[in-house]
Nanobody, 120 residues
Framework: QVQLVESGGGLVQPGGSLRLSCAAS????????MGWYRQAPGKQRELVAR???????NYADAVKGRFTISRANAKNTVYLQMNSLKPEDTAVYLC??????????????WGQGTQVTVSS
């Protein structure tokens, strides 16, 4: 199992910045990729950004150029730096990890989510 704990959410004005953190712990062999999804009221969950163990990244078009995902592999921690925030970014942000376990299988794990609200 992988336990994921997010932090860093909050209320920010449009144009402001936040940095989200997600720390992974538990019993696993290694984490292949980590990232962030978000879900806003009335909208389906969408992938915001992901990063592989090798550092390859992907971003949703809506956040490209404004958000930056990074990873500290030694700590199994992923970060999301969010700049130039817009009201449309308001959502619950969910950390995920795709982990390999000692038995040889992969599983997805999800955090509880952290609320990001962008409002005047």
């Amino acid at each position: 199992q992988v336990q994921l704990v997010e932090s860093g959410g909050g209320l920010v004005q449009p144009g402001g910045s936040l940095r989200l953190s997600c720390a992974a712990s538990g019993s696993f062999s290694r984490i292949d990729s980590m990232g962030w999804y978000r879900q806003a009221p009335g909208k389906q969950r969408e992938l915001v950004a992901r990063i592989s163990s090798g550092g390859d990244t992907n971003y949703a078009d809506a956040v490209k150029g404004r958000f930056t995902i990074s990873r500290a592999n030694a700590k199994n921690t992923v970060y999301l730096q969010m700049n130039s925030l817009k009201p449309e970014d308001t959502a619950v942000y969910l950390c995920y990890a795709y982990a390999l376990y000692n038995a040889g299988y992969y599983r997805d794990s999800w955090g509880q989510g952290t609320q990001v609200t962008v409002s005047s």
